[in-house]
């Protein structure tokens, strides 16, 4: 099949298997750029108990988050774990928008994209997965997410190989879907679903609604199979039980 009709196949299993994902989810753009930058290896819980910390303080605004001092900002994100790295990244990321946009998001986003892009791609903290979320979820831009779950899937499904770098596993979802900001955005939310919940490092291959077409399937339950204790003879102590042809069984 070829590949543009198969993404778009995997893309209605995922859909059809768990619903639309509602991502991202924020109340504002700035918001939306806010949990990016503070999600980073810490829970989702944790990020909206910092992000409800910011709004209660009044500094859901990135000249009031330039204007705040350390102290202040460190202790509001305090929950998302490496609070001062992060609380740097965030001051960060707000004097860019101040400094370069007069904190006018609109302005930003109606910037060509891709030197939008390598200019996000300068400020302290953030890297490549993180200013793209920005674009497609903040700036609704068609730019595809791809993550560790989207290799590990991808790979599994032997549609890329294992080692592949950002750039090329995007080029290649980009290069195959049309340039939609609704459908990018729905389609990296649905594939983190199923990284989340089914494609696990020890994957659930039974339950995956990609199953029937995914490469890896039978040697993932091969793997189980054979990592499942043998059989004892109840008779004979530890010698195994003969599995072999019926006419041995005679
Ligand atoms: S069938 Fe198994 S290995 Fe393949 S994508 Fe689904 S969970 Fe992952």
Known sequence: ??????????????????????????KTPFEMMVGAVLTQ???????????????????????????SSDAELEALVRPTRYYRMKSKKLRALAEFIVNNYQGDLQKMFHEEPARLRSKMLEVYGLGEETVDSILLYAGEIPVFVVDQYTKRIFSRLGMI????????????????????????????????????????????????????????????????????????NPQKGNKPINTGTKKNNK
């Open 41 to 67: 290896a810490v829970a989702w819980r944790n990020v909206q108990t910092a992000i409800g910390n910011l709004e209660g303080a009044g500094l859901m605004d990135p000249y009031k988050i330039v204007r």
């Open 161 to 232: 190989p294992e080692k592949i770098t950002y750039r090329k596993l995007q080029a290649f979802f980009m290069e195959n879907l049309p340039a939609d900001h609704r459908l990018y955005n729905e389609y990296h939310a649905l594939i983190d679903a199923l990284g989340n919940k089914v494609c696990h490092l020890t994957p659930r291959c039974p339950e995956c609604p990609l199953g029937d077409f995914c490469r890896s399937f039978e040697t993932e339950k091969s793997l189980r199979n054979r990592n499942e204790p043998k059989k004892q």
């Open 1 to 26: 099949m070829e590949t543009s009709k198969r993404l778009m196949e995997i893309y209605q299993r995922l859909y059809d298997f768990f619903g639309p994902r509602h991502w991202w989810p924020a």
